[in-house]
T-cell receptor
Framework: KAGVTQTPRYLIKTRGQQVTLSCSPI?????VSWYQQTPGQGLQFLFE???????NKGNFPGRFSGRQFSNSRSEMNVSTLELGDSALYLC?????????????FGEGSRLTVL | GDSVTQMEGPVTLSEEAFLTINCTYT??????LFWYVQYPGEGLQLLLK?????DKGSNKGFEATYRKETTSFHLEKGSVQVSDSAVYFC????????????FGGGTRLMVKP
């Protein structure tokens, strides 16, 4: 069974640009979450989607957005990039429902903003 | 708000040594508690979990007990191996919060042969 796949794995952008990251969950999983990992702030929750609907959102500015498609694949977008957006962005999937989260994480997309 | 505090690393041990990584939390109600592990170059993996007070989670020789009275979920292993070298994250999900994990800062464990 294939795991969570994130693309691209590495990317470099400049300030002011925008970026789109993609996540393909494990087959059959309907819930996708996104996390930001930085050395200073650690792992922080961005948002969660279930059946194409945003279910929860973390404390991030509106420049951070996401969506989920009917096949459960998800994208997140960051507009007007800032240096502080440099981070490892992790996607996680779960089968769904309101159970107590075994999340399956991808290897992440490492974004560097210059 | 909810928070998780874990001991800073790195923790350096010799093979077969006893491991404890402390984790305490602040949350209302009865959160679910987790330990995740991140091996070099890999994504996070669930190591163990506990969903109610006095539950003990265990996996791969690691154990942690949900202590409501001390708001703690310390990770222990009796005899570590070089292959246990990784970063360990303590985390919680508040009641009915879906996938909103709140993570501690992570503790890097280095095991030397």
């Amino acid at each position: 069974k294939a795991g969570v796949t994130q693309t691209p794995r590495y990317l470099i952008k400049t300030r002011g640009q925008q970026v789109t990251l993609s996540c393909s969950p494990i087959s059959g999983h309907r819930s996708v979450s996104w996390y930001q990992q930085t050395p200073g702030q650690g792992l922080q929750f961005l948002f969660e989607y279930f059946s194409e609907t945003q279910r929860n959102k973390g404390n991030f500015p509106g420049r951070f957005s996401g969506r989920q498609f009917s096949n459960s694949r998800s994208e997140m977008n960051v507009s007007t990039l800032e240096l502080g957006d440099s981070a490892l962005y992790l996607c996680a999937s779960r089968s769904g429902g309101i159970d107590t989260g075994e999340l399956f994480f991808g290897e992440g997309s490492r974004l560097t903003v210059l | 708000g909810d928070s998780v505090t874990q001991m800073e690393g790195p923790v350096t041990l010799s093979e077969e040594a006893f491991l404890t990584i402390n984790c305490t939390y602040t949350a209302t109600g009865y959160p679910s508690l987790f330990w995740y592990v991140q091996y070099p170059g890999e994504g996070l993996q669930l190591l163990l979990k506990a969903t109610k007070a006095d539950d003990k989670g265990s996996n791969k020789g690691f154990e942690a007990t949900y202590r409501k009275e001390t708001t703690s979920f310390h990770l222990e292993k009796g005899s570590v191996q070089v292959s246990d070298s990784a970063v360990y994250f303590c985390a919680l999900i508040p009641n009915n919060a879906g996938n909103m994990l709140t993570f501690g800062g992570g503790t890097r464990l280095m095991v030397k042969p």
